[in-house]
């Protein structure tokens, strides 16, 4: 077989690499790379805890897990005067059918917490006539409500509501216990009630203020949906993980002893369990052929909460059907194309499963990884939770009436004798939203933009860390002429101690580059969700050249600052000069980089895909109730495709975190493989350290050996 790349060329794209008997691996003999970048991560670092000491000083999470009432008290806070009241009770729920909840998400009526819901209807006017009726009335009235009030004196200072009608708790608010008979809206069971002036309504009426009120709410019942889901789900969840995990683990190992072989079965499993998801895909197509409502097209059945809804009709089992042949279509195409090459990769596994062999601790360092990112997540997440409830609240102005001071802020500590309540006697001051004047509450915005800028630098150094932890790991493997004896004792924590010692710097500026670019790809999105009601066609086209553009630039990044950090791990110089080193040993071999790698990267992706596929499979059987063995045991869900789903992400990023070594292994491999052939010729004073079945594949050996 000829030899792949002879087409090298030098010039422009630097000179190869020259012959050094004394290069025996990661050199050991290194200084610190980019002091200036560590001194600036150190900084940016103790500046972002400063961050997250002042949002958790000033931040309370209470504000979003407890309704608040009028005055701005949380209902159901264990400790307080409200703990045994949890629900939040609104006055007059009508009122929340007025345009302005939707602009300011607060109705213009008092609200206050209450142990329990109204349970039956009742007026202020008839419950006053009975003694027992209205002690039960006054659960729901302001304190200061006495016997001896009379029943206008009581509405015009606002103490009770003029009205009661049957409620259910939801999202710890009360709402109209709302229902159809016959086709009509009713309450309680009745289409009509009184509201409290002596007046009947239709129960359609309370419709409109219950729709505005749930207006911010309604995804939440989704969200305790999905939380109750959970419950009674999570240690399936974690038993699929598990799964997961040894799957992976098996396969693996599978692949230090018979890479050639998985390397062929994996490639007809991952073409059979996507054909088999095309069949399944049609066999539903084809059951709802001539079901009622099943031929509803996508767009015309719009956004719904309840996603089952989508798996009723033909439309969404069509797209599943073409989405999985196109896949399995490019798959056996590529397959076809690169069959040739595939050999040359599946040497490259080989040899990779040879190095995991040699560094088995290298498996268990994406937990270590796993650990770190998980601190910076919950870091960022806490810090964010507490920097978005770090407001006061804003009482603001409601009233009935036409009024000037209508929606301005006050003071309900002395409203009743201020300025404004003498203009507009049927006024109140209520709670509003969280706001603030004060500095900390002008520059909030920025301090959530320093947190998310700061969550992407952290995330990118953990990652970095990792890369050239192994990078270092499986350099040593390579350059090693005797395995056993010129490799260190513990590989991972060599490497690891030399990239924080003396790279820090290095891997700071590296992702920091990286970082900017997601930066600014997140504003890019925040600016189309902006603009998304804009019609400029020019506008929406040049913002999604510049999402494209960006982008491409990640991914060019990545690449960029992976190999740069393996040429780090090895020769311990800057990023700069490293990455320029790396991008023109690639440029020098170009046809290598594009046949070798990347199919072997696209080998390692059918790998993960295969492990979730056939996971993903398990999962949907058992969750789903389709096999009759599995129906007393899975449990009844509102939503069988949460723990699916869940179970399937989780999959994909355990087998991830394992195929992450491996695909960082060959990338190692692979540079070191390059450098093996610009530094050795083969001859008896310079061979190559490459591995005879790599050396076969090429067509290259070392004059030592015999002719074949």
């Known amino acids: 077989m000829p030899e792949e ?61 407890y309704p608040t009432d009028s005055r701005g ?98 999202t710890r608010r009360c709402f109209p216990a709302l229902g159809k008979k016959g086709g009509v809206v009713t309450v309680g069971n009745n289409s009509h009630f009184d509201d409290g002036s002596g007046t009947m309504r239709d129960a359609k009426d309370l419709v409109d203020g219950v729709k505005n009120a749930t207006v911010v709410i309604e995804a939440r019942q989704v969200v305790m949906k999905i939380f109750e889901d959970y419950t009674q789900s999570w240690y399936w969840i974690l038993i699929g993980l598990v799964l997961a995990m040894l799957t992976s683990l098996l396969f693996i190992v599978l692949l230090r002893f018979l890479a050639g072989i998985m390397v062929w079965v994996m490639i007809v499993l991952v073409i059979l369990v996507i054909g088999y998801g095309i069949f399944h895909c049609y066999m539903e197509y084809a059951a709802l052929k001539g079901e009622a409502g099943a031929n509803v097209t996508l767009q015309e059945l719009g956004f719904q909460t309840d996603f089952a809804v989508y798996l009723q009709i033909r439309q969404t089992w069509l797209a599943f059907m073409i989405i999985l042949a196109i896949v399995d279509v490019i798959i056996i195409l590529l397959l076809i194309f690169l069959r040739k090459r595939i050999l040359i990769a599946i040497a490259l596994i080989k040899e990779a499963s040879r190095a995991v062999g040699h560094v088995m601790s290298s498996l268990f360092y994406p937990l270590f990884t796993f650990v770190l990112l998980a601190m910076v997540i919950a870091f960022w997440a806490v810090t964010a939770v507490f920097l978005s409830t770090s407001n006061e609240p804003i009482y603001k102005v409601f009233n009935e009436t036409v009024c000037d001071h209508s929606r301005k802020t006050c003071d309900p500590a002395n409203y009743s004798t201020s300025e404004e309540k003498a203009h507009c006697p049927d006024s109140e001051c209520l709670f509003a939203f969280y706001g603030g004047e004060t500095a900390y509450h002008k520059y909030l915005i920025g301090l959530q933009f320093y947190n998310v800028f700061l969550f992407f630098w952290c995330a990118n150094f953990v990652t970095a860390l990792g890369q050239m932890t192994l990078a270092g790991a499986f350099a040593s493997y390579y350059w090693a002429v005797n395995k056993s004896d010129d490799m260190p004792a513990f590989p991972v924590f060599s490497a690891l101690g030399r990239s924080l010692r003396y790279h820090t710097g290095t891997l700071a500026f590296g992702s920091l580059i990286l970082s900017i670019i997601q930066i600014i790809r997140v504003l890019l999105e925040y600016l189309d969700h902006k603009l998304k009601g804009a019609h400029n066609k020019f506008t929406k086209f040049l913002l999604c050249c510049l999402k494209c553009c960006f982008w491409c630039l990640e991914k060019c990044i990545k690449f960029l600052n992976r190999n740069a950090y393996i040429m780090v791990a090895i020769y311990g110089k800057n990023f700069c000069t490293a990455a320029r080193d790396a991008f023109l040993l690639l440029m020098r071999n170009m046809i290598r980089v594009a046949v070798l790698d990347k199919v072997t990267d696209f080998l390692l992706f059918l790998g993960k895909l295969l492990i979730v596929g056939l996971v993903g499979i398990f999962a949907f059987f058992f969750f789903s109730g389709r096999v009759k063995a599995f129906e007393d045991t899975a449990p009844h869900l509102h939503y069988y495709w949460v723990p699916i789903l869940t179970v399937v992400v989780g999959s994909y990023l355990i087998a991830h975190g394992f195929f992450s070594v491996y695909a960082m292994c060959v990338d190692t491999l692979f540079l070191c493989f390059l450098e093996d052939l610009e530094r050795n010729d083969g001859s008896a004073e310079r061979p190559y350290l490459m591995p005879e079945s790599l050396r076969k594949v090429l067509n290259k050996k070392n004059k030592t050996e015999p002719a074949h």
Do not use: H
Request: hydrophobic letters at 40%; a positive charge; charged letters at 20%.
């Open 73 to 170: 008290q949380f209902c159901g806070q264990a400790g307080t005067p409200l703990a045994n009241k949890p629900l939040l009770f609104y006055f007059n729920i009508m009122k929340c059918a007025s345009p302005m909840v939707l602009l300011e998400f607060q109705c213009p009526t008092t609200q206050m917490c209450v142990e329990k819901c109204p349970e039956k209807f009742m007026t202020l006017v008839k419950a006053y006539t009975n003694r027992k009726d209205f002690e039960d009335y006054k659960i729901f009235c302001k304190d200061g409500v006495t016997n001896t009030m009379g029943i206008p004196q009581i509405l015009s200072l606002g103490l009770c509501p003029a009205m009661l009608t049957p409620s259910r708790p939801f």
């Open 5 to 65: 790349g002879e087409g090298e060329f030098y010039g422009k794209n630097g000179e190869p690499r020259k012959y050094d008997p004394s290069f025996k691996g990661p050199i050991q003999n290194r200084g610190c790379t980019d002091i200036v970048c560590c001194i600036l991560f150190i900084i940016a670092i103790l500046a972002y805890i400063a961050v997250g000491i002042l949002a958790w000083s000033q931040g309370d999470p209470r504000k979003v897990i």
